[in-house]
């Protein structure tokens, strides 16, 4: 999509696809959970990933931080993360912990239960602080006191067990981990799904704060459009394992161009309007075998006879606007 | 005033927890009076304010300690025998997840065909033309239905069916807790809608218990904001959520995200996260919000709000005393 001489890129994908080989019915099948996904993420911007649930999203951000277990699998392309003038191939590197978290973070799905019930929180932080720091434990233990501090958090909590923390307490504790080593890329897969909506505002709030301090980059994936709107700088939706639409979000929201993207916005109900709002008819392909063209040609009203035949392009429509849509082809 | 269609009269739950069987009030003194023409009611409020406990109490399914449930006048949670059929019959439910409200090896078909025989008691030869017209409301037909386990089906199409199923016995009311969050949104809004439809056409009630208020300002004509087992507003959705009166419910409209870049702005400014702890504030002496209200004094702190009026909305905050 752009080549990578940009100094303001500092990760970039290329013609990534990957996905899983799972048995169904005692048939091996291969489910396209990311096919052909270009984008890049600049230095100093929160770069949002928008789309349904079963869209590739969370496989997508796996990839991006090299976390590949079976049954996931990486078909083709690069994943490139430039840390000070340096390029690092993250799917061909042998050990991945020297940059997890030093240099590109993780917060996964469910963020709150992923701390370890029977470990104080201060051992959560030692261990990670001595993973990647030369420090006895005594001086871990100050670091990531005065760190816990330094966010707001009284030093109690890393006393505590997970159990002792509400929900809104552990995940910010979990975003405090992943930032502690202040990595160049933060990955947040739905960071604030289960949380109530005043405790997402502040636990959002938490994760801008930090990215404008740092200023590095967040990529946050979420469905909820209403998140985006009020966090990300640019967006990239994507449908059915492609990366459909990129553009600024002010852009996106007002514009949007793939009819897709556009359906996700018109179909949101806002407060102080009762118009009615129309959902999209039919559900997501079976990513097992995707339609053929463009995949969401079954349920697009605008759907032509190209579209069920061809996959459309990416259009560079300017102003780093990207739309993979027939629609916009000039012929 | 016409009778009310339901009627809750100072309902209170109270729950147990802990080793020493430590009390709390679930549902604390909740009356809400829903008079008898088609209507849509959100009950509103974040987990663990109580919405699901209440929608259970108004099902039957949790007794009050104190307070009644009052359906057509008479209190729900003494019907017996032939009554307690009407009732069912009446008031229907929808639930959260269409995935856990079907039994995964229980073809999706027989809960319509046992509704239909043993609830609406529909003569056997005109079940199917029955399912078929339901399903028919809500998009899909019995063909599509027939045969199949609920693992065949998408969230969406399987809410589709648990409302076909709620529509068989012709209720007066449907009491649908959160029956749209677990899906996506392009398809929210087209469940939502079915609602509508119904209280249009088929002059269906509806309780719409959420926690997303821009769905309930879409499709509801009352709604009530529930914090800790209170009710701390309730009126107009048009004057609820447009001219919010409670502080709660005034941080809740400000900390909704809105698919709008432009109340980017407003929903920035700073917000502080407490540290307390939920027990303390269902336990707490006076307004059980005032440890996290800007504008709570001593008052509040003691006592225990009462409703007040304010721009034909109750509100249940010292704010308002005349």
Excluded at chain 1, 130 to 141: I, L, N, Q, S
Excluded at chain 1, 270 to 285: E, H, S, V
Excluded at chain 1, 302 to 320: F, H, L, S, T, W
Aim: charged residues 25%; contains cysteine; glycine residues 6%.
């Amino acid at each position: 999509m752009r080549v990578l001489s940009d100094p303001d890129i500092v990760l970039n994908t290329v013609n990534l696809a990957g996905g899983y080989n799972v048995m169904i019915n005692d048939n091996m099948v291969y489910v396209d959970a990311v096919s052909n996904v270009n984008f890049y993420a600049k230095n100093n911007e929160v770069l949002g990933i928008a789309g349904e649930s079963g869209c590739g999203k969370s496989t997508l951000l796996k990839i991006l931080y090299g976390y590949i277990r079976p049954p996931l699998v990486v078909q083709r392309g690069s994943v490139t993360l430039r840390i000070n003038d340096q390029s690092i191939d993250i799917l061909s590197l042998k050990d991945r912990t020297l940059v997890w978290w030093k240099h590109i973070s993780y917060i996964p799905q469910n963020s709150m239960n992923v701390l370890n019930p029977l470990q104080r929180l201060r051992d959560h932080f030692i261990e990670t602080i001595r993973t990647h720091m030369d420090v006895d434990k005594d001086e871990a233990y100050k670091t990531a006191r005065d760190y816990i501090e330094s966010l707001g958090l009284s030093k109690e909590v890393l006393n505590a067990y997970p159990h002792q923390l509400s929900g809104g307490m552990r995940q910010r504790v979990v975003i405090a981990l992943a930032l502690m080593l202040k990595p160049r890329v933060i990955l947040a897969d739905e960071p604030t799904t289960a949380v109530d909506v005043v405790v997402q505002r502040g636990v959002l709030q938490m994760l801008l704060d930090k990215q404008r301090e740092l200023k590095n980059t967040l990529i946050l994936v979420t469905h909820d459009m209403g998140v985006q709107a009020m966090v990300t700088n640019r967006i990239l939706i994507m449908y059915a394992g492609k990366g459909v639409e990129l553009g600024a979000t002010e852009d996106i929201f007002e514009n949007p161009l793939h009819p897709y993207t556009r359906a996700l916005i018109e179909s949101l109900p806002r407060i102080g309007d009762k118009t009615l709002r129309k959902g999209l008819a039919g559900q997501p392909p079976d990513l097992t075998s995707p339609p053929p063209g463009c995949r969401f040609h079954p349920r697009c009203p605008y759907a032509m006879d190209v579209c069920r035949r061809e996959e459309p392009p990416i259009i560079d429509i300017g102003k780093e606007r990207f739309v993979s849509c027939w629609l916009y082809v000039k012929r | 005033m016409s009778e009310a269609l339901l009627e809750l009269k100072n309902v209170v739950k109270i729950f147990r927890y802990g080793l020493f069987g430590f009390e709390f009030r679930a549902i604390d003194d909740v009356s809400i009076s829903l008079e008898d023409k088609p209507f849509i009611f959100t009950i509103a409020g974040e987990s663990g304010s109580g919405k699901t406990t209440l929608a259970r109490i108004i099902l039957g399914v949790h007794v009050p300690e104190y307070g009644e449930v009052l359906y057509k006048g008479r209190n729900i949670h003494k019907l017996k025998g032939e009554d307690l059929v009407w009732f069912r019959k009446e008031v229907q439910a929808v639930f959260q997840d269409p995935y856990a409200s079907f039994n995964p090896l229980k073809k999706v078909y027989n809960y319509l065909y046992e509704t239909a025989k043993n609830v609406a008691k529909i003569k056997t030869d005109e079940i199917d033309a029955h399912i078929e017209e339901v399903l028919k409301r809500v998009g899909l037909s019995l063909e599509k239905v027939k045969g199949k386990y609920p693992s065949e089906f998408s969230g969406g199409e399987l809410q589709r069916v648990s409302i076909a199923r709620a529509l068989i016995t012709r209720p007066r009311l449907i009491l649908a807790d959160e029956p749209v969050s677990m899906l996506d949104a392009s398809l929210r809004v087209t469940i939502v809608n079915l609602f509508k439809e119904f209280k249009d056409d088929l002059k269906i009630s509806f309780i719409y218990i959420t926690h997303d208020l821009s769905t309930a300002y879409y499709i509801s004509d009352y709604i009530a904001i529930m914090y800790r087992g209170w009710v701390v507003e309730q009126g107009p959705v048009d004057k609820v959520l447009t001219e919010p009166k409670h502080p709660y419910t005034q941080t809740l409209l400000l900390s909704a995200p809105m698919p709008d870049p432009k109340w980017r702005e407003k929903w920035l400014k700073a917000i502080k996260l407490t540290g307390t702890i939920e027990e303390k504030e269902f336990l707490a002496k006076g307004c059980k919000y005032a440890a996290r209200c800007p504008y709570a004094t001593k008052k509040c702190l003691e006592n225990v709000p009462p409703d007040f009026i304010a721009n034909s909305v109750k509100v249940k905050c010292w704010l308002y005393e005349k």
